[in-house]
């Protein structure tokens, strides 16, 4: 395949080319629409880890309309343990559940999209359509849960994928846990950008009632079309701020976690985010600055070129400035954030707002002095 020009890739850029098909910073062909619908990423490349590397291309003889769409398929994974445990000394947790691996939500800029490629799979499109599921969960949990070491912390579910995605309706993976949790007087917090999550406010707010839930959601944007477009399966801005509302309503702590903050695209909406997650009865609030590590660089890169051309160098520019010049910074300290001035700027500008709105006085501790540990599957009953 001959490089492309220098003529082709300004007009490429400006969104009026014909390569709606052309090599994008070497991460494979976009895959063509009618494939992909209903999705976020345009490219599906093979996983770093694979020893060879495979890329379709059209040859002229229109063969790759012969494709099938994309579906979601799941298959089920039997993991020995469901509990995962960190170290990183700037998350607030030290252990999480991942019900499922892949998310069909399809977000282009989901930092969990690299982990598909353990599975031999593309962090691409089947990020998002292959998707594991782990039924075995609630069983296991209560089998960690009835260790005799084991220390109640609060477990984070929805840090890596979201535990509320689509196929949830139909496995419910995530309600049983929160049985098994709850029947324990085990202390979860939860992260979503799925208003699924009101499906269990009977169980949640009963634990709230006790100190041991609460939910964060996420709202990139308030914008419906760019929300579809870079989130295009998960439910609408409007739809997240009523599932705060009702979770706040029931008693459960909510709090609003703008998450990511895309600089030159959703960074203006920082204020308007909070203002209305407060409105709703938000009482706490999270940011995150857009991260590119690995293969989520050029997804974000490829979704920005076709929806977002004219803003394509201005936001990269804004991304690498908080990034040491970089796609990307994994450093402790600094991934979350960010660093240098536009940093500063967003970062401060959201202390002063959440500060006005009263928002982040208190924050919520879950108790642990509650646990009851289940009863373990052999364990002999107490004569006396």
């Known amino acids: 395949m001959e ?57 002229g003889w229109q063969t790759m309309e012969d494709l099938p769409p994309f579906r979601t398929e799941v298959q089920v994974e039997r993991p020995r343990k469901v509990i995962t445990r960190n170290d990183s000394p700037d998350i607030s947790f030290d252990r999480s559940i991942n019900p499922y691996r892949g998310c069909e939500h399809g977000c282009v800029y989901c930092f969990a999209r690299p982990s598909h490629a353990y599975m031999g799979l593309s962090p691409g499109l089947e990020f998002e359509s292959r998707l594991f599921a782990k039924p075995d969960a609630p069983r296991l949990l209560a089998a960690e849960l009835a260790n005799k070491n084991y220390e109640p912390r609060t477990i984070a579910i929805g840090t890596n ?47 709230a009632e006790k100190g041991l839930a609460k939910v964060a959601i996420s709202v990139t944007t308030l914008d419906r079309r760019t929300a579809r477009s870079m989130e295009p399966r998960t439910s609408t801005p409007s739809r997240r701020l009523e599932a705060i509302r009702a979770l706040s309503s029931a008693g459960i702590p909510t709090s609003v976690m703008v998450a990511p903050v895309v600089p030159g695209l959703t960074d203006h909406e920082i204020e308007r985010i909070l203002d209305s997650a407060s409105a709703a009865g938000a009482t706490e609030a999270g940011y995150i600055i857009l991260r590119l590590p690995l293969e989520v660089a050029p997804i974000v890169k490829d979704w920005l070129l076709r929806e977002h051309p004219d803003r394509y160098r201005h936001v990269l520019s804004l991304v690498r400035s908080m990034r040491g010049g970089r796609d990307y910074d994994a450093e402790w300290g600094k991934r979350m954030k960010g660093s240098g001035p536009y940093a500063w700027q967003i970062g401060r500008r959201f202390e002063i707002a959440a500060k006005r709105l009263g928002l982040n006085q208190e924050k919520k501790v879950l108790r642990t002095d509650l646990f009851q540990p289940p009863r373990a599957e052999n364990e002999q009953l107490m004569l006396l």
Do not use: C
């Not at 494979?28 to 599906?44: E, K, P, T, V, Y």
């Open 161 to 207: 994928t979201d535990p509320y995605q689509p196929v949830e309706k139909e496995w419910r993976i995530m309600r049983h846990i929160l049985e098994v949790l709850e029947a324990a007087n085990h202390p979860v917090g939860i992260v979503t950008k799925s208003a699924l999550v009101m499906r269990d406010i009977d169980i949640l707010s009963r634990m």
């Open 3 to 59: 490089p492309i020009s220098q003529a082709d890739r300004g007009a490429f850029s400006a969104g009026r080319s014909a390569l709606a098909n052309a090599i994008i910073d070497g991460s494979g062909l976009r895959i063509d629409h009618s494939r992909r619908r209903g999705r976020g990423a345009g490219i599906n490349t093979s996983g770093r880890f694979e020893p060879v590397s495979r890329e379709g291309f059209d040859d």
